[in-house]
């Protein structure tokens, strides 16, 4: 199917505005909020630069002035751009621009977390199959075995699939380090669980080439120059993952499934 080479999805357009990822793009489309030209907008739509596109009936711009933060979470705040939400992450950056996070961490569990206002760059890190690195530093309630190391790192059985096979390394009677290359819901915690260990303390210590390093609990500091080139470097080659393209034009009447 062709389209205009001007154009672009609509949730692409609302991403690259620094509003949302597109994820969350996705989903404020599903919720009616969005429009294109004060026509409902539906998941596929594609943009012109010199359509009006607007979310809850606030036109968006795009944004140039591209931020990109490493914050050091702590247990307690939580992962979300809901500011209805006690205790939301944005709110407890309070950022001038507006921000969102890349990917989660839980509310019981702290340390490295990427915000920014570069939906695109969202896009790419979250896409399915990148296999990006996140290290953690797990404290569990008994004592760590052989048996426990080999199993955390052969896959474990959660969520209707089995996890990809992943480094882990036993640190001390109690604590281990674990590098996962997906990010499944409260993954380590239920691969814990499924082996009848719990879960007592659990910090991420590094995503990709993004190190937390002896960033204090709670503070947060913009991306270097060189960590901000190795993130774009290692997500260059992410490609778009395919949707259904429910309306082709960019004009006209949109119908509604």
């Not at 359509?51 to 307690?76: F, H, M, S, W």
């Not at 052989?146 to 109690?174: A, H, Q, W, Y």
């Not at 500091?221 to 429910?246: F, H, I, M, Y």
Request: charged share 30%; with cysteine; hydrophobic share 35%.
């Amino acid at each position: 199917m062709t389209h205009h080479p001007d154009s672009v999805r609509i949730n692409k357009a609302i991403s690259d505005s620094g509003y949302c990822s597109r994820r969350q793009a996705d989903t404020l489309i599903e919720k009616e909020k969005v429009t294109i030209n004060d026509t409902l907008a539906t998941l596929g739509d594609r943009v012109m630069p010199n359509d009006i596109v607007k979310v809850d009936g606030k036109l968006i711009a795009e944004n140039e002035n591209l931020v990109y933060i490493a914050l050091n979470k702590p247990i307690g705040i939580t992962c979300t751009t809901d500011k209805r939400v006690e205790g939301n992450v944005v709110d407890f950056i309070n950022h001038k621009e507006r921000i969102f996070h890349v990917g989660r961490l839980d509310k019981p569990s702290e340390g490295l977390l990427l915000m920014t206002n570069d939906g695109d760059i969202v896009n790419k890190i979250l896409r399915a199959g990148n296999k990006h690195e996140k290290e953690y530093i797990v404290t569990v309630d008994r004592p760590i075995t052989n048996d426990f190391i080999k199993r955390m790192g052969n896959g474990i059985p959660i969520l209707d699939t089995v996890t990809k096979n992943c480094e882990v390394e036993k640190i001390s009677r109690f604590v281990f380090r674990i590098v996962l290359v997906q990010g499944l819901n409260r993954q380590i915690r239920r691969m814990c669980e499924y082996l009848g260990y719990e879960v007592t303390a659990l910090k991420r210590l590094r995503i990709m080439n993004i190190e937390l390093g002896n960033l204090p609990t709670g503070k947060w500091r913009d991306l270097t120059q060189a960590e901000l080139k190795g993130l774009q470097d290692s997500v260059e080659e992410s490609k778009n993952v395919p949707q259904a393209n429910r309306f082709q034009s960019t004009g006209g009447k949109r119908r509604r499934r």
